[in-house]
């Protein structure tokens, strides 16, 4: 019988048999009979039931917090509460053979809290993370300061992706939970008082922006590396312009300039062995990637495959790729952009060339500088290879795609027709929030330039 969520036995002869369940705040008089049996894989709060399975967990405290009374449960006229594990529940990853769905309907188990281990939890429903990371600044950044690269120290709940806002930028894009130490990219001399960061964990909860001290830098800032990506000055027009580009297909394209001659076997120096050489190679032969050059203009013939790919570059390559060949300058061709923290910077026509696909941040900033991650970076790519009315697919492979989300349809696209295929570790990922490196955007493109769609 179940009186008021208590379990009992009345009459001789009879059992429950309780496995994967969750028993807290419960009374001694709550659990009683001799019939009650452990299967394993229980959490009770105090001991009251004489669980004795080796899975089992007494006078443990579930960690529980209360999302909902009444909608999932089936007596609603007794105030019957829902809850879920917080992070750290002892639940997590805890059950022996829980299977189907849980209370909502969602599928069991599922990798809630992103530790690459995804058995079921114990109790009614799977860990659900909806919080979103809290960053505290602990040390500040000297002002003034000589170093055109200060140090800046934060702390975060958890840990996640980091993103830059306002004039700053680092090369440290991965937060930890606990404090984090981080070197900013080199400054020019000025007062910086807008510069923000945010973490977005594995689930997408962002947290709010952390706004970072007002500093002044007094020292002028080494020439830095132009990291365009991008190969020769010389491009075609766009394929389309405005808001016909919406979806088109590319065109076939051809190398843009000569590959430098010291390297027109190995563009590359970098590359050798990696699992994406062959798509490099790709992007270099067909659209005339040429890589980083120095502050002098000069090809260092380094494609830097594992870095994360920045907004401004993706654009780059894309624009590149593209274009027709003996073509005029760039400059020719496009308007600077009309985002003020683009207009003087190396992609600001490209930036311009693909305003009907990126309209920017809430702040009317464009963050030309900023990683782009993959759900952001998967979407760009399929609209700009295939229409929109061709972007459609079933449910996904990958466990962390949420459905229904804003880039949930490009993911399963893209799953679909073998242009990504998500990761084996964690297993069946696609790491949505994860950066973009340059090596996978030089798969995607190579992939989906091959694939053909029925108009």
Known sequence: GAFSGGVSIIGGGASINIVDSILSNNTPANCTGAGIISFGGNIESAND??????????????????????????????????????????????????????????????????????????????LNDFISPVLNQITPVPTPANNPTPSYTFSSSEAGTISYGGACSSPSLSAVAGNNTIIFNPLPVGIYSSCTITVTDLSLNASLPLTINTFEILAAAAPVVDSGGGGSASFGKPACSGNQCNG?????????????????????????????????????????INGFKDANGNL?????????????ELLAMLYQCQQKSNSENIAAELKATSFPDAKNHWASSYIYAYEWLL??????????????????????????????????????????????????????????????????DPVGTCAPAWNISRAEVAKIITLSKSVQVQP
Not at 273 to 284: K, R, S
Not at 400 to 414: C, G, L, R, T
């Open 359 to 424: 309209t920017g941040y809430p702040d009317g900033t464009f963050k030309p500088d900023q990683n782009i991650n993959r759900a952001e970076a998967v979407k760009v790519l399929m609209l700009t290879f295939f229409k929109a009315d061709q972007i459609t697919g079933a449910n996904s492979s990958c466990r962390d795609i949420v459905p229904n989300s804003w880039y949930a349809k490009y993911f399963e696209f893209a799953l679909n027709h073998g242009i990504v295929q998500g990761y084996a």
């Open 300 to 312: 260092l013939h380094l494609f830097k495959p594992d870095q994360p790919i920045t907004r401004a």
């Open 49 to 126: 039931c004489n669980f004795i399975a080796p899975t089992d967990l007494i006078n443990t405290d579930p960690l529980l917090t209360l999302v909902d009374i009444n909608t999932f449960l089936d007596f609603p006229s007794n105030n019957s509460y829902l809850y879920s594990l917080q992070a750290g529940s002892p639940a997590i990853d805890h059950a022996v053979g829980s299977v189907g769905l849980d209370q909502r309907g969602t599928v069991r188990p599922v990798d809630g809290d992103g530790n690459g281990s995804a058995l079921p939890d114990s109790g009614a429903i799977e």
């Open 248 to 288: 088109q297909t590319n065109t076939t394209v051809e190398t843009t300039s000569a590959p430098d001659n010291s390297s027109s076997l190995l563009p590359f120096t970098d590359i050798k062995g990696h699992w994406a050489e062959n798509y490099i190679n790709n992007l270099h032969q067909a659209c005339g």
